[in-house]
């Protein structure tokens, strides 16, 4: 087995000691934003709508709710604190792509690509003008998404895939001018398929719109029941009730109040470091002075960009689902995946030896099946839902919002006529097997890794059933 560019030129370990020695274990996203308080749901109440979670996907649905049929009463449950679960601590990486990336969804529905990718190209188009039009401050930059080969097989991928004037092929001197790492070899830039964005801010600003637009919010209003009542739907929490007519479920990572989809997704952690603010000699040291966002394209992959204030946020690599499927927050907290995450990061960019990471955090990934949403109604067509993203749903989410609309109007739409639409991932599953099957794939995708990219018999099984496990 051959060596990763990370395990060939490894960072002294004093050097990943001193970068991890003062940080606080907070998640920097939250840290940098002030959040207004919304009050706990308490008594009844009646409404149109009823939306199950707060994070992207239940406020982008709650805010289109209100642009389909001015008027409409919206009502939103959050078991937390709006956006405090995945949607106020990932990348902030908002990409175009519907089906977790383009080799992903001409493997499953190729007929569709064209119209995916157009439906993904106008979704992200249509989240920039939504910010613009509310002035939705969440540090949005276009400036796009650099994918970096770090082995030659991968520079190899980069030089077949598909170039044009928004995805530029840029080979290894001409990427290291760019952004100074000695560990790349190639590089594909998207120059206008992702926004970066601040999630935290993004998460609070769709909140404070929809709440302009007469969406009634409430916050530690975890909903332990959903059922039929008459015609509509009765919704409870621990000191309330909401009556709708319609509903939808948005929680994602947390065990669906569907007994159908409790085996539909796995819960993986995903680690994260975040720098202090670079000096101006440091950034001059690695360039990187077109901002994009940067990920590398090995299964285990790193992903990273600057913030606002000139930190970078590094996480990846590590994606770990712990025995049981359960989301807990003691496993936020994994020194191991941290100090590899701190050698990884001084290995890229050796020329920040001695700087220091101030915030270090985790979230649990939604991860299913086929590594993008899935969809569908239940209680007679009175309850939408999506799940699923895989770590790619910043952008997504929306138009999964789009679509739960669209299944609650029962109006078939371009949308809903899709097959990726119609389509259930196969499940995971159930314990022990889980655990047993997901860590032999993890396994197996790192042998890959250092194996030139070969993917071993178990994998290509997988493949060919529609299941695997994306990193």
């Not at 000691?17 to 959040?35: I, K, N, P, Y």
């Not at 039929?228 to 009556?243: K, M, P, Y």
């Not at 509903?247 to 995903?270: E, G, K, Q």
């Not at 970078?312 to 025995?323: E, K, N, Q």
């Amino acid at each position: 087995m051959q060596q990763t560019a990370f395990e060939r030129t490894p960072p002294p370990r004093a050097a990943a000691d001193h970068a991890l020695a003062d940080t606080q274990h907070s998640v920097f996203w939250l840290d940098d934003v002030h959040r207004d308080q919304h009050d706990s749901l308490t008594g009844r109440r009646a409404s149109d709508l009823v939306v199950v979670g707060g994070g992207y996907a239940g406020l982008w649905t709650a805010l289109l709710a209100t642009e389909r049929h001015p008027g409409i009463r919206v009502t939103l449950l959050e078991a937390n604190r709006i956006g405090w679960a995945a949607s106020g601590r990932n990348g902030g990486f908002c990409e175009a792509s519907l089906t977790h990336g383009e080799e992903n969804g001409a493997s499953r529905w190729p007929e569709e690509m064209a119209t995916l990718q157009r439906l993904g190209t106008e979704n992200l188009d249509e989240i920039a003008a939504t910010a613009e039009r509310y002035g939705i401050d969440a540090d949005i930059e276009r400036t796009g998404v650099l994918k970096v080969a770090t082995e030659e097989y991968q520079r190899v991928q980069l030089a077949d895939a598909h170039h044009d004037d928004r995805n530029v092929f840029l080979d290894g001197p001409r990427l290291r001018a760019m952004v100074s790492s000695p560990t790349y070899r190639a590089g594909l830039w998207d120059r206008d398929g992702c926004l970066l964005v601040h999630p935290a801010k993004l998460a609070l600003e769709l909140a404070r719109v929809a709440r302009e637009r007469g969406v009634e919010i409430y916050e530690r209003s975890r909903v332990t029941g959903l059922r039929r009542d008459g015609q509509g739907i009765l919704a409870t929490t621990e000191a309330g009730t909401v009556r709708a007519d319609r509903a939808v479920l948005a929680t994602n990572v947390f065990p669906s109040l569907l007994r159908r989809n409790r085996l539909m997704t796995v819960p993986v952690y995903d680690y994260v470091l975040a720098t202090e603010p670079l000096t101006p000699a440091q950034r001059e040291a690695i360039g990187w002075k077109d901002r994009q966002g940067i990920a590398d394209i090995a299964n285990q992959f790193h992903y990273y960009r600057q913030t606002a204030d000139h930190r970078i946020v590094f996480g990846g690599y590590d994606a770990i689902y712990h025995p049981g499927g359960r989301v807990r927050a003691r496993y936020e907290d994994r020194p191991e995946s941290f100090h590899r995450l701190a050698e990884h990061f001084l290995t890229t960019f050796p020329a920040l030896e001695g700087i220091r990471f101030s915030h270090r955090w985790a979230g649990a990934i939604d991860s299913c099946s086929r590594f993008c949403a899935f969809y569908g109604t239940s209680h007679d067509g009175r309850v939408a839902h999506a799940a699923g993203f895989t770590g790619l749903g910043v952008a997504a989410t929306r138009f999964a919002g789009n679509v739960m609309l669209d299944l609650l109007d029962r109006t078939p739409t371009e949308r809903t006529s899709l097959r990726m639409v119609q389509e259930r991932p196969v499940p995971f599953p159930p314990e022990p097997a889980a655990t047993l099957g997901i860590n032999a794939v993890r396994w197996s995708m790192d042998r890959a890794d250092h194996n030139q990219g070969r993917r071993n018999l178990l994998l290509r099984t997988l493949d060919a059933l529609g299941m695997g496990f994306d990193s």
